[in-house]
């Protein structure tokens, strides 16, 4: 039985691209919307933010002015946002796409009301281009939205299964952490999310979960109050 009543799925943009590093592999699209259905299923409101460094990430755009980087950053994210909308809409959960760039003619405008109300009838809304603005992270995006629409939780999905106090890729000594305070996280330089979004978290008193998304049942796993990841909220 779930445990949150609302949701927030920050999903990588690299977690998209499977195996091939880059772009958009469908079939692990399709393998994370249908974790999220059953999620739906079960009465859980979800929003989604989603980063875009399966097409383009602003800090390897050489000598290119910063601003405009992170906004090709940021279609970056619209394009994700459009691929998982079409994978959920073919197994027939009804969604929307709200973007902080206004484009009409693909998306619509993030308004905070309206994506709740997209809540209450049990459609899963995704937030596009970040937060609009150049110089935050999909992180902090993700943080935003969380604490804007009410969310009981933020779940953060990337290739990593938890918190650790050093690269785990890198380093076989590294040590997962079971629970975190942001303090920690903050203290200690702890690179699961940038300082911007850890201090909104904080503050804010959101909790979230970092997990792997390797194996998208996590995210039902998450939703159901398993002992999956690394936990972060203040003590």
Known sequence: MPVYKRILLKLSGEVLAGNAKMGIDFDTVNSVCSAIKKCVDSGVEVGIVVGGGNFWRGRTGGNMDRTRADHMGML???????????????????????????????????????????????RVVIFGCGTGNPFFTTDTAAALRAIEIGADIMFKASNVDGIYDKDPHKF????????????????????????????????????????????????????????????????
């Open 76 to 122: 970056a994210t619209v394009m994700n946002s459009l691929a998982l909308a079409d994978g959920l809409e073919q197994l027939s959960v009804p969604v929307r796409v709200q973007t902080a760039i206004a484009m009409q003619q693909i998306a619509e405008p993030y308004i905070r009301n309206k994506a709740v109300r997209h809540f209450e009838k049990g």
């Open 172 to 235: 076989e000594d590294a040590k997962k952490y079971d629970t975190l305070s942001y303090t920690d996280i903050l203290a200690n330089d702890l690179k699961v999310m940038d300082g911007t979004a850890a201090s909104l978290c904080r503050d804010n008193k959101l909790p979230i979960l970092v997990f792997n998304l390797e194996d998208p049942v996590n995210i039902i796993k998450a939703v159901n109050g398993e002992n999956i990841g690394t936990i972060v909220k203040e003590d």
